[in-house]
């Protein structure tokens, strides 16, 4: 079974996962739209800071998801890894890509943190914003 985004931000497990207790303490999260199964323009901003910040992820990927020598891109249908999906981005920021240099977590960042990252990773690879 599958989880609309805006699940997991009101505190629903994804595939069984609970999300941590802690994540409940901080101040509420942005919302996803319903409709379009996608962030909202303050999610993917702050998913954007954290990618080309402190989860240094486009230091692989490049600037503009367009991929590079050691990471491929993050970008149109075809995905290395699985099926360019929400949940499938959320999971290979969570748990990494045993094999190669795909950390979990890159940079240390957060599970919150993990949330904004794939949101933006989705909605520019999905050309619902830029890069």
Sequence with gaps: MQWHP??????????????????HAQKPAPQISADTATATEEVTAQGR???HGKGTCFACHGQNLQGGPVAPPLLGPKWRN???SFHMI????????????MVSHPGGISDAETLLVANYIYAVSHKLTKP
């Design 90 to 101: 959320l999971h290979v920021v969570r748990t990494g890509v045993p094999g190669t240099l």
């Design 49 to 51: 800071k954290i990618f």
């Design 82 to 84: 699985g099926d360019g």
């Design 6 to 23: 805006a699940l997991l931000l009101i505190g629903l497990p994804i595939l069984g996962v609970p999300v941590p207790r802690a994540l």
